[in-house]
């Protein structure tokens, strides 16, 4: 397991003599012997096998102060333990926390050995940022990551310490038709009661609208000349897409801030709420090309997944190919925003924006870069 802490490295021994490659903060290098190291945030392929999940096998808390006291310290002085590290808003987060000042703990890799490698830094934990969630949003993937790992993390996180936990969740939990959704709210509500039945204890929920890199699938397809699909008429869902930087920006301001505690926070990015239909005349627009659009009826995945959910009862080790027909589905069709408890709709009106960043410059330095480091894997849907 590799432990990250801002930008001086050392390493850790555990008992097994597996030895931990570690990145620590400037105000502990008189402790140890270190050897400058640059930071980086190069993402490694998730392994479900080596993501091992923590066990709280001990009863006894780490003699540490837990408190919120945190808050109105310097946050040089401030222990974040960021889990899902190396995911692709894990990355951005960390780099913008080691910006703000905070002191790191970046988890790299399986998580199964992170009490006893705390235990051998011998030093209190303040907050845990997760960013933990299933690349592949399969049945059984979800609920050992969305859920299991991340109320795990939550249980070491307490013994060590941390009096505040930053969630990022996801605004489509609103409306729960996937396993990763219902992973995801189960984990909110346990957090939620831990704060409820510990007033030393606090969270905060970001449910973040679609990502740019989920809307940049088509960029390099259009420009070669192909044209833009959508389901529909391109108007049956829209969202406030949010860049990965104001999104780590967000989450980073969730830790200090006391107007986010206790919160559940829906945030999108800049602008209006964009449709496909907006969002490839925006492309279009950029590449100076007449818009072209191929509109697929939505009536054929609905086909596909009622084929699939018949093979599942046959062949249950279908179950994932089917929940990955319903993902498509749902993101063809729902909106990325917030639910109108009064009126049971979508509302753009009343999803909060944040940030600077615009899909349209987004789109713009895809058409420049590529999808370099944006990669959709197994999230693609064209």
Partial sequence: MSL?????????HSPKSQTHKTQFSSQFINQIQVKPAPFTSKSTPFNTERFKLVKALATKPVETSVS???????????????VGSTGYIGK????????????VIAVAREINTLEESMKNLGFPIDVVVSCLASRSGGVKDSWKIDYEATKNSLVAGKKFGAS??????AICVQKPLLEFQRAKLKFEAELMKEAGEDDRFTYSIVRPTA?????????????????????????????????????????????????????VLPIGGPGKALTPLEQGEILFKLIGKEPKFLKV??????????????????????????EFGKIGRYYAAESMLIVDPETGEYSAEK???????????FFARVLREGMAGQELGEQSIF
């Fill in 4 to 12: 990250c802490l801002s930008f001086n490295a050392f390493t850790v």
């Fill in 351 to 361: 999803t909060p924006s944040y940030g600077n960043d615009t899909l349209e410059e």
């Fill in 164 to 169: 505040h936990f930053v969630l990022l969740s």
């Fill in 297 to 322: 009826p939505i009536g054929i995945m609905d086909f596909a997944i009622g084929v699939l959910d018949f093979l599942v009862k046959i062949f249950p080790p279908m179950e994932d190919a089917a």
């Fill in 68 to 82: 919120a006291s945190f808050r109105n310290k310097n946050p040089k002085a401030i222990n974040v333990l960021v």
């Fill in 211 to 263: 990502f740019f890199k989920s809307l940049g699938g088509q960029v390099e397809l259009v420009k070669d000349g192909k044209p833009y699909v959508m389901f529909g008429d391109g108007k049956l869902c829209a969202c406030k897409p949010i860049s990965e930087q104001d999104l780590a920006s967000f989450i980073a301001d969730c830790v200090l801030k006391e107007d986010k505690i206790n919160r």
């Fill in 92 to 103: 951005f987060v960390v780099k913008e926390l080691v910006n703000r000042g905070f002191n």
